[in-house]
């Protein structure tokens, strides 16, 4: 009798020690293959069903990286929604803005470019920023206060945008709720959207659907590349905001299976020094809409799974050296039962 009781108690410690979900994701949200590796694992933060931890997930085939499991259709609609979480940060960030703005503006040395006027400066060789064909049409997916289209409407461009989280710039701006498929749209803004979306390469492909032949899209988001240099792993992929990370590998194939060849990387010194404080924190691409994309590359998931390594190698790494080489599914539940302890 004692020995089976000790065998009854000992089974729950053993299923401790390896992590899986029931709603883990068998194929990759963005392009839908079957051939996905667990890679890493991750505190998970603000979960609906108690779930402490998250599995970093590579694909082989498009080279993206997810949270797995994935966040519901109704968590997303919760977080983005016009009373949700992102619309509350995204007010106070712009109300901190306005501040600085302000004391930009009071400076003796004059007023110094912001992060938008420094961006739209360095698109200038690609796209007509300043000097728009007469009708142009801006789309930015994203758009967040409209401060990109207030800046763009006054160079002469048709301003529109997409923004589910909040009305601010609709006095001003046409107001879209998806990216209409007539191939009107010449320049499309997609900035510090894709690590927030669940299907990114449908995404790419309503707004490639948008675009005309010839017509820029602007994307930016985290940097995973460089990920060992910056060392900001939450800032690729943190499974609460940022659902997604991309190389630029892997973004570069991800637009070509759209309809967009590569055509420039954004990341002069002065971008980078002024809006990042000298860090390779994020990736610009300009990429053009073509009905002949480009081939796609042979190996999308090898410059992740390096920079992971790279980045394990050091001490901003999640585990300890030993524990680095232990199964994903066991570092989980060890991950897990800390952060189970702490809160206790």
């Known amino acids: 009798m004692v020995g089976s009781a000790r065998r009854r108690k000992a089974a729950p410690r053993r299923a401790l020690l390896w992590v899986r979900f029931h709603d883990e994701a068998v194929a990759c949200p963005a392009c839908a293959s079957p051939r996905i590796v667990l890679l890493d694992v ?36 919760r977080y983005y929604g016009d009373r949700g979480h992102w619309a509350q940060v995204f007010e106070a960030r712009v109300q901190r803005g306005a501040q600085r703005a302000r004391a930009r503006d009071q400076q003796k040395n004059g007023r110094r470019l912001s992060g938008r006027d420094r961006i739209l400066l360095a698109l200038e060789p690609y796209v007509p920023v300043s000097r728009p064909p007469a009708g142009a049409k801006v789309l930015d997916f994203g758009c967040g206060d409209g401060k990109f289209l207030d800046k763009l409407k006054l160079l002469g461009w048709e301003t529109y945008g997409i923004e589910p989280a909040m009305s601010t710039a609709f006095p001003n701006h046409y107001r879209l709720d998806e990216p209409p498929q007539d191939a009107s749209v010449d320049f499309v803004l997609l900035n510090h959207v894709l690590e927030h979306v669940p299907e990114p390469l449908a995404l790419l492909r309503r707004l490639a ?47 070509a299976r759209a309809g967009f060849v590569h055509t420039a990387r954004l990341d002069a010194a002065d971008l980078d020094e002024a809006m990042t404080k000298g860090q390779p924190l994020r990736l610009r691409l300009v990429a053009t809409r073509t009905q002949a994309p480009p081939p796609l590359p042979l190996e999308p998931l090898a410059p992740a799974v390096r920079a992971l390594r790279e980045y394990r190698r050091t001490p901003a790494g999640f585990l300890g050296p030993v524990e680095r080489v232990w199964p994903v599914r066991l570092r989980a539940a060890l991950m897990a039962r800390a952060r189970r302890r702490a809160r206790a």
């Open 42 to 77: 991750i505190p998970r933060v603000g979960d609906t069903h108690g779930r402490l931890v998250s599995f970093v997930t590579g694909c082989r085939d498009c080279g993206v990286l997810f949270a797995n499991p994935l966040r519901s259709q109704t968590e997303l609609d």
């Open 209 to 255: 659907g948008a675009m005309r032949e010839g017509g820029t899209l602007f994307i930016s988001l985290p940097r995973l590349d460089t990920l060992p240099q910056h060392g900001q792993f939450k800032y690729c992929l943190d499974g609460r905001k940022h659902l997604a990370a991309y190389s630029e590998t892997c973004l570069t194939g991800l637009l």
